[in-house]
């Protein structure tokens, strides 16, 4: 094992031999451009791989028409190479950044046995389709990735296909966990009670940007969303101020659509217990909120807030809208969550987390 001496000295001869790289430059063609991004590269420690000035999201929205077929053929060709991980990020950037379909790039993954992820499948048409509720009968070892493909089609005869799992649950349903009608959740929409599909989350997107120079700092502009403030309450657990993780003003047009008829709804929880176990909070419409009784301890809690304290820079939500989508997969490059507001009980799905967002 090299000495302490030694490994400075060498991380000096990196530092000093280093050199900036930019696999960019010169190239103008954003095609070409988002090859380069999506292309695996080795470490080296004496490169310093610089950056693009725009991320794949801000070129995929930029794309034209055959702009976007050019992205498509290629993510074949890379699957008829067995380049499945390469391909697979190429095509969930056309789904979620784009409104683009994506046909014969689908047909490839498909006939690849590959059915995950799910929202790949995203309007899918009735032949592939199909093949999937064929399957799904007969393939046990996939069967969970093709139902969530079929989830995501969602269509009208999808639903009525999960609709009559409800009510006559097939043979294998006691092989998966959960009951099928359950993985509707998956795609962001439920079964109502007369088997009609109901979204669980309002198909318009905004973006939230960032406002003030931080919590306490400066306070936020009005807005129709404020996200990640500090308030004055503190948690009864570890003594730290509570975070209002949504501020909602229920009289801009923004939120209307969630039909709540007070002025304010807040959503706060702790930022420090909330990581050991599930936390409640009372809420009222008029911007009122309460630790809630039905709270119980986690088994493993520290006995107070850590020392070590961390700065989140409040959030507010813009009037520009952008894809609906955009954050419906994790490991696509986008920092954003995407929360649904549904009725009744005012029930609050987190769909993902991450550190900057959008409300959906």
């Keep these: 094992m090299p000495s302490e001496e030694t490994r400075v000295g060498e991380e000096g001869i990196i530092l000093q031999n280093r050199k900036d790289v930019d696999r960019y430059a010169g190239i103008m063609d954003p095609v070409e451009i988002l090859k380069i991004m999506h292309a695996p590269r080795k470490y080296n420690p004496l490169e310093n791989d610089l950056p693009y000035h725009k991320s794949a999201q801000e070129l995929y929205h930029q794309l034209t028409e055959a702009e976007l077929e050019r992205m498509e053929i290629y993510a ?68 969970s990735h093709l139902l969530l493909a079929l989830v995501w089609i ?21 092989e998966l966990y959960v009951p099928p009608e359950n993985y509707t959740l998956e795609a962001g929409w439920e079964l109502d009670h007369d088997g009609r599909k109901r979204l669980l989350f309002h198909p318009e997107s905004y973006q939230f940007i960032i406002c003030g120079e931080g919590i306490g700092r400066a306070e936020p502009a009005q807005s129709a969303v404020i996200a990640l403030k500090t308030h004055d309450q503190v948690c009864p657990w570890c003594g ?4 209002v993780l949504f501020d909602y003003n229920l009289q801009d047009p923004l939120v209307e659509f969630m039909k709540l008829s007070g002025q304010q709804l807040r959503i706060a929880a702790c930022m420090h217990c909330n990581c050991y176990g599930t936390v409640f909070m009372k809420v009222e419409l008029d911007g009122g909120y309460s630790w809630s009784e039905y709270n119980t301890v986690p088994d493993f809690l520290p006995d107070k807030e850590p020392n070590e304290k961390f700065t989140l820079r409040a959030l507010q939500l813009s009037e520009r809208l952008v894809g609906t989508y955009e954050g419906a997969e994790w490991t696509l490059e986008a920092p954003i969550s995407q929360t649904a507001v549904t009725r009744p009980g005012f029930r609050m799905r987190n769909i993902l987390h991450a550190p900057a967002a959008q409300i959906q």
Excluded at 114 to 140: F, M, Q, T, W
Excluded at 154 to 163: H, K
Aim: hydrophobic letters at 40%; one cysteine or more; glycine letters at 8%.
């Design 240 to 243: 730290g101020k509570l975070m």
């Design 154 to 174: 969602g269509d009208e005869e999808v639903i009525r296909l999960f609709a009559k799992w409800r009510q006559n649950p097939p043979r294998w349903a006691s």
């Design 76 to 143: 074949i060709t890379l699957i008829d190479r067995e380049d499945l991980d390469q391909a697979e990020t190429i095509l969930l950037s056309l789904v979620c950044f784009t409104n683009a379909r994506f046909g014969r790039g689908l047909e490839a993954f498909f006939q690849n046995g590959k059915y995950y992820p799910g929202i790949l499948y995203k309007d899918a048409g009735p032949a592939i389709r199909d093949e999937l509720i064929h399957r799904v009968d007969n393939d046990s070892a996939n069967r």
